[in-house]
């Protein structure tokens, strides 16, 4: 995630009509040095390492509004909790082994053709999507 990324955020708020509060901009930036893969709990934690005076409750409602935008979805790949991601233009892709957990994100998206067919037969107007792969790594398949 660039600085880019985060002003493309910060659009969408503003264009939905969300303030652009400063908690709301320190939690995006410590979503984004994470690189978008933390646990509510852990983003609070370095939230408030950096800043104390943004409580928990307030990363916990801005994951909840990033995610009502569409702009961070929460995945879950077997430790329990939620961790989340950013929509990077609508999309988000990963590869998991089943073996060693090891997560591979890739950013070639060649789903627009099966999205429009699958969309179109169920009249579902898309917004964004999330993909994972389940298999093995390489090391895992010796």
């Known amino acids: 995630m660039s600085h880019s990324s985060l002003q493309e955020t910060l659009d969408v708020l503003q264009t939905r009509g ?5 908690a709301r901009r320190v939690i995006l930036e410590a979503l984004i040095q994470a690189g978008g893969h933390l646990s509510a709990d852990d983003l609070a934690a370095q939230v408030h390492e950096n800043n104390a005076n943004i409580g928990r409750m307030t990363v916990y409602r801005t994951l909840e509004l990033l995610g009502q935008l569409g702009v961070v979805r929460p995945i879950y790949q077997g430790t329990g909790a939620a961790h989340y991601v950013f929509l990077h233009e609508g999309h988000h ?11 591979i994100e890739f950013d070639d998206c ?6 429009e067919m699958v969309c179109g037969r169920f009249s579902f107007q898309l917004q964004g ?5 389940y298999g093995l790594c390489t090391s895992c398949q010796a």
């Open 18 to 22: 969300f303030r652009l509060t400063k």
């Open 93 to 103: 892709h990963h590869l998991v082994c089943t073996n060693c957990h090891q997560v």
């Open 110 to 115: 060649t789903l627009d053709t099966v999205a």
């Open 129 to 133: 999507h999330l993909l994972e792969l």
